[in-house]
C-alpha cells in the first residue's frame, strides 16, 4: 500500500476499460435508436456515423494535445467517448425528424434534406457552440485532469457537430426513403409521431400557470435533497471495489495509526529540524515526527497523522500541522505528501468551481441570446437548466447516500456535473425555443410553441432518454467520480 500503490491501481482500474466502455456505448445507443425508429436497418446509419466521429475524435486528440501541452488521462478519454456518442446522437434523431417530416411534402429527398439541413443547422450549431465554449473554460482550471476533459471533450463536440451537418446528411440521402422501411414517408402521409405531446401542449395551453408552479414546485422538493451534501472522498473510498492498495492501507490501519500508509513530509533546511520535529509533535493528531533523509540544503521531517489519508480529518491535522511549522522561526518549512496533494487538489477543486461556473453561465446565456434574439428567453431558459441541476444533485444525492452508500461526492463530481449538465440541458432547450420562435414568425407565439412542442417532444424525449443512458455507462467503470457524475447527468438529463 502507500501513494505509489494507489496510483498503480487507479492505472490498472482504466486497463481494458476504454474498450469496455465503449462497446457498453455502442450497445446502450444501437438499442435505443432500434426502438426509437423500429426499422431494421435505419439505426445503422446514424450508429456507424457516430462510432467514426468517436474514433476520429480519439485519434485527433491524441495528436493535437501534445501540441498545447495538455495531458489527457484515461478518465478524459472515457469521458469524451461517451460525451461523442451523446451529442452526435442528439444530433442525428434531431437531424432525421425533420428529415422524416420534408419527405412527407418534398418528391425529391435531396431537396428534402436541403430543408431539414437548414432548418436544423442553426439548432445544431448553436448546441455544439455552447457546449464546445463551456468545456473550453475547463482550460482555466488548475487541475490538469480537468484540463484534459475540457479540452479532449471539446474537441469531440466539434467533432461530433461536424458528423452532423456533412457525413450523415450524405448518408441518410445515398440509402433513399427505404431506408425508413417498414415506415416508410410518402409525400402526404400524415405523421405518426407527436400526438401524446399534441395532448400535453394542449394541457399547459389551457392551464399554464397550474403547469408551471406546479412543475417549479417538484424540482423545489427534489432540490432539498442536495441540503448538507457532502463533498471529498478519502484515499480509500474513491474505489467501487477495493483495490490492493486499499486492503493494505485498512490492515495498516488496524495495526498502526491510519495515516502510517501515506506520512506527511515536511521539508526544511537542516539547522531547523530538530525545532521543526519538536513545534510537529505539539499538533494534535500527529502521532510521530522523526526526521528523515537530508541533503545539501534540505532536510526531511516524516510526520505521521492519526486520520485516514484524505479524509477531513487529516485535512484538519495537515492545515495545523503546516501552520505551525510554518511558524518555526528561520525553518522555511513546506509540508508535502500524499494526503497534502489531495488538500491542494480538493482546495483546487473550490477555486475551479468558483472560476468556471460563472463563465458557463455567462457563455450560456450570450448563446441563447444570439440565437434567439431575446433577453427574456435566455433568463427563463437559463433558469429552467439550473433548477434542473439543483433538483438532480438532491435525487443523486439520496441516491449516493440511501442506495449506492456512498458517504461523500468526489472533489471534481460537482464542477463537472454542472458542466455536462448546464452545457447539454440546454441543447433540449434550443431545440424547442428554435423551433418556436420559427413557427412563431408565421403564427403567434403561443401556437408556435404548441407546434413546436408537438414537432421536437418526441424528439427531445428520444434524445435525452439515450444521453441519459450514455451518461449512466459511466457506472461501468470502478471509480466513484465517474459513477457519481454519469448519475447525476442521467438524472438531470431526464
Known sequence: TGGPAIITDLTKVFEGADTTLLAATALVVAVLLLITYRSPWLWLVPLVVVGVAEQVTTKLVALIAPQFGIVVGPEAAGITSVLVFGAATDYALLLIARYRERLRQEDSRFHGMQIALRRTSEAILASAAT??????TLLLAQQESLRGIGFSSAVGVVVAAVFGLFVLPAAMVVFGRGLFWPFVPRVGDQPREGRFWGRIGELVQRRPNIVGVGATLVLVVMALGSIGVSVGLSQNEQFRVKPEAVLGSETLASAFPAGSSAPAVVLTNPASVDAVVTAAKTVPGVVSATPGQSAGEVAQVDVIL?????????????RALRETVAGVPGADAVVGGDTATRLDGRDAALRDAKVVIPIVLVIVFTVLVLLLRSFLAPVLLVATVLG?????????????????GYPALDNSVLLLSFLFLVALGVDYNIFLATRAREEALTSTTRDGMLVALKATGGVITSAGILLAAVFAVLGVLPLIALAQVGLIVCVGVL
Open 306 to 318: 492519526s486520520a485516514e489519508p484524505g479524509s477531513e480529518e487529516s485535512y484538519t491535522e495537515l
Open 388 to 404: 434542473t441541476f439543483f433538483a438532480a444533485l438532491g435525487v443523486s444525492w439520496w441516491i449516493c447516500q440511501h442506495v449506492l
Open 131 to 136: 457546449v464546445t465554449l463551456a468545456l473550453l
